[in-house]
């Protein structure tokens, strides 16, 4: 149980997943957390510049899916950040580096299998679709409304400013969690509450409409 | 779109150049750990002395002593798996870890129950009643500020499962808890030392992973 065995030892995950890489890799990275941890912003930005396309690289091969494979890494980013007073130079890096990285993964699929169903029934939903394309177009009348348009335009002008904002970014912009949390300044946790509040109004009223 | 909001993501990240304080090696928080378990058990043992008849328990292959280092040997391998897997890439030191408290625990056990059948003339009852419930209620209390401690020291590295860190926080905290206890404990009966001194971790990590959940979650950097 010392502090170094199991650090020091290659891990054959990471072997698997780049027969070809930078065998000094290991090494520069290393040296540049170190710095990072000292305040070297430069090295920092270098380590992280780095580091991407690498994780990039796996969560795509791991997830089959470009833009799920950038949040993951997104997130990873994120955890390296935060947790990076936990890396000790006499360690190897990569073990470190891969542990935060598939914690990310682990995470995004737990989220997923968590919201997926309810995402996707509203991601499928023709009132959501009809909301995007009233946002597409602005809230303005249109000749070819249809009344279910009516009700959804209606809908989505009760919700707060910020839910609307955030439904507006996931289904029709077409962002990503992470993304969309980014540009308004939150983080995903807050960011998938505000979609699930405004979900949950817009069913509401809708629901009432209907009934 | 998602790579620009990547690389802004990096450009922020990398804007923010405090310096960290990096988090001490798995043994030094072991030992801190250890050295906390350690003054617990010596301030209890000077002030109530060891369970009678003293340390003739401690002479040669007893249960009594078997327990001793089951329970001392689990709950420093639950402290070292909660605080190995509050660091990013020693999840393999955690899982070793388990194993050896596993093992620790139910040997003890096993080689105890072992030692008691053969000398036992078979009339000493297993279970005692409410008699049982003060030594386990006592073995927590005094497991409260090792879990506190362990709880602590994961939460100021990345406890990035935090139930299992948790839950091994307060099996582990039980375990050291459960050793003052067994050393000092006045309980009448043969079987009492084995299976409720044995007992106590399972109890603890049931009833302290809770509230450890929430002092990992509430500080935690992963």
Redesign the interface.
């Known amino acids: 149980?010392?502090?170094r065995?199991?650090?020091r030892?290659p891990t054959p995950r990471v072997g698997r997943e780049e027969p070809d890489r930078d065998p000094e890799r290991g090494d520069r990275w290393s040296g540049w957390m170190a710095a990072a941890?000292?305040?070297?912003?430069a090295a920092?930005?270098a380590l992280?510049?780095e580091v991407?396309p690498v994780l990039h690289a796996s969560m795509r091969r791991r997830l089959g899916d470009?833009?799920a494979a950038?949040?993951v890494?997104?997130t990873a980013?994120?955890?390296i950040?935060?947790?990076?007073?936990?890396?000790?130079p006499e360690?190897?890096f990569e073990?470190?580096?891969?542990?935060?990285a598939l914690?990310a993964l682990r995470d995004y699929r737990r989220r997923g299998a968590r919201h997926s169903r309810k995402e996707q029934a509203l991601r499928d939903d023709s009132a959501l679709s009809a909301a995007g394309a009233w946002h597409a177009r602005g809230p303005g009348p249109s000749p070819e409304s249809s009344a279910l348009n009516g009700d959804v335009e209606r809908a989505l002008r009760e919700l707060p400013p910020s839910q609307r904002q955030a439904v507006t970014l996931l289904h029709v912009e077409g962002?990503?969690v992470?993304?969309a949390a980014?540009?308004v300044g939150t983080s995903p946790g807050a960011f998938k509450a505000r979609v699930h509040r405004a979900y949950r109004t817009l069913r509401s009223v809708l629901q009432g409409d209907s009934a | 779109m998602s790579h620009d909001v990547t690389e802004e993501l990096i450009r922020r990240l990398a804007r923010d150049p405090r310096p960290v304080r990096r988090v001490r090696t798995l043994r030094a928080d072991l030992a801190r750990v250890a050295a906390l378990a350690a003054a617990l058990t010596a301030l209890f043992l000077a002030g109530r002395g060891l369970r009678p008849p003293g340390v003739s328990l401690l002479a040669g292959s007893t249960p009594f002593l078997w327990m001793a280092l089951g329970l001392a040997i689990a709950g420093l391998a639950g402290a070292t798996a909660a605080l190995a897997f509050a660091r990013p890439g020693r999840a393999g030191t955690g899982l070793a870890a388990i194993g050896v408290a596993t093992a620790a625990l139910l040997g003890a056990t096993a080689v105890a129950s072992a030692l008691l059948s053969s000398t036992l003339t078979g009339d000493e009852p297993l279970w005692t009643g409410a008699r049982e419930i003060p030594c386990v209620v006592g073995s927590l209390f005094f497991s409260l500020p090792i879990a506190y401690a362990i709880g602590r020291l994961a939460a100021g590295a990345a406890p990035m499962r935090p139930v299992l860190t948790a839950w091994l926080a307060a099996a582990g905290a039980s375990a050291l808890g459960g050793l003052v206890g067994h050393l000092a404990c006045r309980t009448p009966g043969a079987w009492h030392i084995v299976l409720t001194h044995s007992a106590v971790p399972l109890v603890g990590s049931v009833l302290l992973a809770l509230p450890l959940y929430v002092l990992v979650t509430r500080r935690r950097a992963g």
Do not use: F
């Open positions: 149980m010392g502090d065995d199991h650090n030892r941890q000292e305040g070297d912003v920092y930005e992280l510049r991407r470009g833009a950038e949040d890494v997104q980013l994120l955890s950040h935060r947790a990076r007073h936990t890396y000790r360690c190897r073990p470190w580096l891969w542990a935060v914690n962002l990503s992470v993304e980014d540009r």
